[in-house]
């Protein structure tokens, strides 16, 4: 596992531009996207470097990392991505896929039959889940329904008008799912990610700190900035 550590504005230019050399380098680039606060530079840089004409998304392929299972059109992910992403560049919105009841069963086997993830995009949890794969999910999970802890619906709720809005479920591509991209970048800013990442760096790979499992991926980035670092020994 690499660890880059630079301030929130150099780490979504570099992430955006990993994501644009795969976009160029692959006949079918197949991206694989987060929501949240933390990919929102990474994506403002991929709007920009379309509108400069130095990327194209007519060939690419999308799979999201997660949805919830009940809430308001505005609140879901795919509403997330739709304004803050693929409203802004040429994709093809048939070309963009998201977990959903309908097609959990079979989501690992689409992005299977689509040649799989060139490039997996990650946020982390302040309780170290990834995607919505809560503490003590399985390393073999695959994408499944699953309800979601407090401390993410606590976590989660400046988005809502309060917790009570906050879904209980999610569905989400399991670590397994994850584990299977070619590669795997994730971002962490903020004091509120410190304790997740001194726990990623510094502790062996367990169930119970779910991030954890990409120490074993053969390709894998953490891109931090300082405060996100600042607990690391
Ligand atoms: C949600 C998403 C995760 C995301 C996390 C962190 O729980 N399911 O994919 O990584 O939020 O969000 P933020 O980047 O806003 O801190």
């Known amino acids: 596992m690499n660890i880059v550590v630079k301030n929130a504005d150099e780490l979504s230019r570099l992430i955006a531009e990993e994501i644009i050399k795969v976009v160029k380098e692959n006949k079918n680039p197949v991206l694989g996207l987060a929501t949240?606060?933390?990919?929102?530079?990474?994506?403002?840089?991929?709007?920009?470097?379309?509108?400069?004409?130095?990327?194209?998304?007519?060939?690419?392929?999308?799979?999201?990392l997660d949805e919830?299972?009940?809430?308001?059109?505005?609140?879901?992910?795919?509403?997330?991505?739709?304004?803050?992403?693929?409203?802004?560049?040429?994709?093809?919105?048939?070309?963009t896929n998201f977990p959903s009841l309908d097609n959990y069963s079979h989501y690992d086997e689409m992005i299977k039959?689509?040649?799989?993830?060139?490039?997996?995009?990650?946020?982390?949890?302040?309780?170290?889940?990834?995607?919505?794969?809560?503490?003590?999910?399985?390393?073999d999970s695959l994408t499944h329904v699953t309800d979601l802890t407090e401390k993410t619906r606590s976590d989660n709720a400046r988005f809502f008008k309060d917790i009570s809005e906050v879904p209980t479920q999610a569905i989400?591509?399991?670590?397994?799912?994850?584990?299977?991209?070619?590669?795997?970048?994730?971002?962490?800013?903020?004091?509120?990610?410190?304790?997740?990442?001194?726990?990623?760096?510094?502790?062996?790979?367990n169930e119970s700190l779910p991030c954890s499992i990409l120490k074993?991926?053969?390709?894998?980035?953490?891109?931090?900035?300082?405060?996100?670092?600042?607990l690391v020994k």
């Open 36 to 64: 949240g606060s933390s990919p929102l530079g990474i994506y403002a840089n991929l709007i920009k470097a379309y509108e400069n004409g130095e990327v194209s998304f007519k060939k690419v392929k999308t799979f999201n």
């Open 68 to 95: 919830y299972v009940k809430t308001y059109e505005e609140q879901t992910y795919r509403y997330f991505m739709n304004e803050n992403l693929f409203n802004h560049v040429d994709i093809d919105k048939k070309n």
């Open 113 to 139: 039959d689509n040649g799989g993830i060139d490039i997996q995009l990650l946020g982390i949890g302040g309780n170290g889940h990834i995607a919505f794969n809560e503490p003590n999910t399985s390393f």
């Open 172 to 205: 989400t591509m399991g670590l397994k799912s994850i584990m299977n991209a070619k590669k795997v970048v994730l971002i962490a800013t903020g004091k509120n990610k410190a304790d997740a990442i001194k726990k990623l760096i510094e502790d062996e790979p």
């Open 216 to 230: 074993k991926h053969p390709n894998c980035t953490i891109y931090v900035d300082e405060d996100a670092y600042s």
